[in-house]
């Protein structure tokens, strides 16, 4: 999603929970390291919800998920009002070009780097150049300012009951449930996550001259019709919903919608499920990231494994048993042993 900082005005932490942001942005873009991003990021989470104002960085390290290092980075913007490592970064011509670059959606820290080993450093440079980039970037490209607008609640919601009467053409029954951070209950979201599930034509109706167990096998859990989600990408082009298409599979669609002459043009995210699949679908397709990362964890130590097609027992030998079966998200909970947490408990 754009936005790369949260939302931490009015927190007691804010400038703590900033320069941990802007450490993790740094690890993710520039130093290509993932695990030591996500370490800043669990931190500044950790901090977004604790009730006090951090005191020390010793105070810091108590809490779950802040450790030695960053109690460290603590204790020097608490002394000095900065950390001498973001001077040197922000500073450094390098680190600002990759992360201009990587403004662009499609445009990844490896992609970042790879166009600045060819002279690349600057958004102007990359419109003047639109040939090392692919379809997505230079989409990307295109609506770069307008991607990097929050979305207000309500334009999501007008854009809901759009899809929902769009969708009303279509001969099966399909049901569409937003998540994301929208689902989490926030003022603001980065992009749109629609969930869409249709009854896979897989179960009962063998039109098909496979037999369906062996598709099944072969083929994992899809749909017989291949080519239901390019005809609703369709339809809700007809309808001027969707306006580009970033990439586009049997059960994915990445692409852009506007609600309207007057709005931005925005990011939409599509997922196509079975309704098996649809409670573990909307639960990782919720988020937040963390909490998924989290929440897999407690379920691998409980003996689960979890992602977001199913939830599956590991045995013994380490193996992944079959999917069990799940009638809400509340089910994927209780197996693992975890309390249950609304959406809106899971913004961490
Ligand atoms: N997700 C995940 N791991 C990822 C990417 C996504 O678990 N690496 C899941 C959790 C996210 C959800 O998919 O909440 C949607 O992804 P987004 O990037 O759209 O994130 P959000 O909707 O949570 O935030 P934003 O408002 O920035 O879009
Ligand atoms: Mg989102
Ligand atoms: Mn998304």
């Given at each position: 999603?754009?936005?790369?900082?949260?939302?931490?005005?009015?927190?007691?932490?804010?400038?703590?929970?900033?320069?941990?942001?802007?450490?993790?942005?740094?690890?993710?873009?520039?130093?290509?390291?993932?695990?030591?991003?996500?370490?800043?990021?669990?931190?500044?989470?950790?901090?977004?919800?604790?009730?006090?104002?951090?005191?020390?960085?010793?105070?810091?390290?108590?809490?779950?998920?802040?450790?030695?290092?960053?109690?460290?980075?603590?204790?020097?913007?608490?002394?000095?009002?900065?950390?001498?490592?973001?001077?040197?970064?922000?500073?450094?011509?390098?680190?600002?070009?990759?992360?201009?670059?990587?403004?662009?959606?499609?445009?990844?820290?490896?992609?970042?780097?790879?166009?600045?080993?060819?002279?690349?450093?600057?958004?102007?440079?990359?419109?003047?150049?639109?040939?090392?980039?692919?379809?997505?970037?230079?989409?990307?490209?295109?609506?770069?300012?307008?991607?990097?607008?929050?979305?207000?609640?309500?334009?999501?919601?007008?854009?809901?009951?759009?899809?929902?009467?769009?969708?009303?053409?279509?001969?099966?029954?399909?049901?569409?449930?937003?998540?994301?951070?929208?689902?989490?209950?926030?003022?603001?979201?980065?992009?749109?996550?629609?969930?869409?599930c249709v009854k896979s034509?897989l179960d009962?109706?063998?039109?098909?001259?496979?037999?369906?167990?062996?598709?099944?096998?072969?083929?994992?859990k899809k749909f017989?019709?291949?080519?239901?989600?390019?005809?609703?990408?369709?339809?809700?082009?007809?309808?001027?919903?969707?306006?580009?298409?970033?990439?586009?599979?049997?059960t994915?669609?990445?692409?852009?919608?506007?609600?309207?002459?007057?709005?931005?043009?925005?990011?939409?995210?599509?997922?196509l499920l079975s309704p098996d699949q649809f409670?573990?679908?909307?639960?990782?397709?919720?988020?937040?990231?963390?909490?998924?990362?989290?929440?897999?964890?407690?379920?691998?130590?409980?003996?689960?494994?979890?992602?977001?097609y199913?939830?599956?027992?590991?045995?013994?030998?380490?193996?992944?048993?079959?999917?069990?079966?799940?009638?809400?998200?509340?089910?994927?909970?209780?197996?693992?042993?975890?309390?249950?947490?609304?959406?809106?408990?899971?913004?961490?």
């Amino acid at each position: 999603s754009p936005r790369k900082f949260p939302h931490t005005e009015g927190n007691l932490n804010s400038d703590l929970i900033s320069f941990l942001m802007e450490l993790a942005e740094y690890e993710n873009i520039v130093g290509r390291n993932v695990f030591k991003s996500n370490a800043y990021k669990t931190a500044a989470s950790v901090l977004a919800s604790h009730p006090k104002r951090i005191a020390s960085g010793e105070e810091a390290a108590k809490l779950k998920g802040i450790g030695k290092k960053i109690a460290l980075k603590i204790d020097e913007f608490l002394a000095t009002g900065k950390l001498e490592k973001l001077e040197k970064i922000r500073g450094d011509e390098t680190s600002t070009a990759l992360k201009e670059l990587a403004r662009v959606s499609g445009v990844g820290p490896t992609k970042a780097r790879q166009l600045y080993d060819e002279g690349i450093t600057t958004i102007e440079q990359l419109r003047g150049n639109p040939e090392k980039l692919t379809h997505h970037q230079r989409i990307g490209l295109k609506y770069l300012e307008e991607f990097e607008q929050s979305i207000p609640r309500a334009e999501i919601e007008a854009l809901e009951g759009a899809l929902r009467r769009s969708l009303s053409a279509l001969p099966e029954p399909i049901t569409l449930t937003i998540c994301g951070s929208y689902r989490r209950g926030k003022e603001t979201s980065g992009d749109i996550d629609v969930l869409l599930c249709v009854k896979s034509s897989l179960d009962g109706n063998a039109t098909s001259t496979e037999d369906p167990k062996t598709a099944k096998e072969k083929h994992g859990k899809k749909f017989e019709d291949k080519n239901l989600l390019s005809r609703i990408v369709n339809l809700l082009e007809q309808d001027k919903i969707v306006t580009d298409t970033l990439s586009l599979g049997d059960t994915k669609f990445m692409g852009v919608c506007r609600l309207s002459d007057d709005t931005p043009h925005r990011r939409l995210d599509i997922r196509l499920l079975s309704p098996d699949q649809f409670h573990c679908g909307v639960l990782y397709f919720t988020g937040s990231g963390l909490f998924n990362k989290e929440m897999r964890s407690v379920a691998l130590s409980a003996g689960f494994t979890l992602n977001e097609y199913s939830i599956r027992p590991v045995g013994s030998t380490g193996v992944a048993g079959e999917p069990l079966p799940v009638t809400c998200e509340r089910d994927i909970f209780d197996y693992i042993g975890m309390d249950y947490k609304e959406p809106h408990e899971r913004n961490m």
